[in-house]
């Protein structure tokens, strides 16, 4: 995660729980953002689509 904060590179934030939510909810919740990232992808190659890089 430091070398991703380092870097600039953006990931999609998982959102917190509501303060209702179920216990269990919460704790798989926690377990996932433990887990970021999932996985790191990368690449040599810039490509444009539409006008957009």
């Known amino acids: 995660m430091e070398e991703i904060e380092e870097n600039g590179i953006k990931i999609y934030p998982l959102p917190d729980c509501d303060s209702d939510e179920d216990e269990d909810y919460k704790e798989q919740v926690r377990?996932?953002?433990?887990?970021?990232?999932?996985?790191?992808?990368?690449?040599?190659?810039?490509?444009?689509?539409?006008?957009r890089k």
């Open 31 to 51: 377990q996932l953002k433990e887990a970021v990232p999932f996985a790191v992808c990368g690449s040599n190659t810039l490509l444009e689509a539409r006008g």
